[in-house]
Every structure is written in C-alpha cells, then in structure tokens.
C-alpha cells in the first residue's frame, strides 16, 4: 500500500508563491513517476505537471507553464511544485498521484495511469 500525503498549501494574494510538497511511503518511490492535479470547485480535476522517475523529464498544463515548477527528492520520497505568480484560478485543492508503472520512458497526464492519490491541500489565492 502507498501513502502519499500532501502539504503547504494555504492562502495567498495573487502573485504571491507557495510551495507544496507530498511525502510517500509504501513502496520504491524513486522507481515511478509522480505527478499533481487539482480539481476547483465545480470543475473536475485536471492535470497541473509531472515528473518522470527519475527527474529529468518533466511536462505542465498550458495554463501554469512558466509560473509552475515540479520538482522530486527521491532520497526524501518527496515530491514539490513550487507555484509563483499565483492567480485567483489557481485556487484548487491539489493532489499529488503515483504513476502505476515503473520506469515509464514518457511522462503520463492522464489521470488513469495514477493508481495512488494523496488526501489533497487546499490552495487559494486571493484578489
């Protein structure tokens, strides 16, 4: 059984930073890719980045390339995006998942090759 567990999220004004991280546990975390979703209220979830098992590969929503920065620690089991420039349509509850294969060569954005899922941070972000 995987574990993951997300933090840091919190309230911001926009244009401000946050960083969120997700803690995992349960098996070799440094063998799959992780990625982060968010779902606002009303909407579904969507895909935000992911990065592959090892970290050189990584790929973001159109909507946050440039402001977002996904980022992994694999001696730490840890996974963070670092947000800048927030903005009001940020606000979301963002979860951070673990791909279900290992050693993936392409990093996946579908929500359907994530087989663990974290209990998610709130993230808003103020006018």
């Known amino acids: 059984q995987v574990l993951l567990v997300e933090s840091g999220g919190g309230l911001v004004q926009a244009g401000g930073s946050l960083r969120v991280s997700c803690a995992a546990s349960?098996?070799?975390?440094?063998?799959?890719?992780m990625g982060w979703f968010r779902q606002a209220p009303g909407k579904e979830r969507e895909f935000v980045a992911a990065i592959n098992w090892s970290g050189g590969s990584t790929t973001y929503a159109g909507s946050v390339k440039g402001r977002f920065t996904i980022s992994r620690d694999n001696a730490k089991n840890t996974v963070y995006l670092q947000m800048n420039s927030l903005k009001p349509e940020d606000t979301a509850v963002y979860y951070c998942?673990?791909?279900?294969?290992?050693?993936?060569?392409?990093?996946?954005?579908?929500?359907?090759?994530?087989?663990?899922w974290g209990q998610g941070t709130q993230v808003t972000v103020s006018s």
């Open positions: 998942a673990a791909d279900r294969r290992p050693f993936r060569v392409v990093v996946i954005t579908s929500s359907r090759e994530y087989d663990y």
């Open positions: 349960g098996r070799t975390f440094s063998s799959y890719a």
